[in-house]
């Protein structure tokens, strides 16, 4: 009867997997299913890691204009020759501290962003691995064995 019935959906796969046994009907459809989630997920985790470099390189390009700016700004202070050397030596060691602060308050930002994005990209791809892992039992029964419940 089920030989009959996958003869005339004419819709058959044969594989390894399956020992060469047929399957049709909502059994294809659902492993089908199944299938699509994986990569629904890994395009949802795709797409938020693509986001998250995009992120991660405007936060570098507006790190990189402030610098500039402030890099200016501080050769513009530094430029008239009038002054005491001492003074000048002074407002570039505090404009170095400054600069050096800065650019490892930058640094933490952009890693926090990136172990964000990184942490929800795999918490996407975990939750379809649980989720797959309970489409199994079905499919073992699909394939004859006995599911243990």
Wanted: overall charge negative; glycine content about 6%; aromatic content about 8%.
């Amino acid at each position: 009867m089920a030989d009959a019935d996958v003869k005339k959906s004419g819709f058959m796969v044969f594989s390894m997997a399956n020992n060469g046994l047929p399957f049709s009907g909502p059994e294809v459809e659902t492993i089908f299913a199944s299938q699509r989630k994986n990569v629904e997920a890994i395009m949802q985790a795709n797409r938020l890691a693509f986001d998250g470099i995009r992120v991660v390189w405007l936060r570098q390009l507006g790190f990189i204009q402030e610098a500039v700016e402030g890099l200016k700004t501080h050769v513009g202070d530094l430029a008239p020759p009038s002054g005491p050397l001492n003074e000048k030596l002074a407002k570039h060691a505090e404009y170095s501290k400054q600069a050096f602060e800065k650019n490892l308050a930058n640094a933490c930002e952009l890693t926090e962003i990136a172990t964000k994005v990184t942490t929800d990209a795999t918490n996407i791809i975990n939750q379809r691995f649980r989720e797959s892992l309970d489409e199994v039992p079905h499919l073992r029964k699909w394939n004859g064995e006995a599911t243990s419940s």
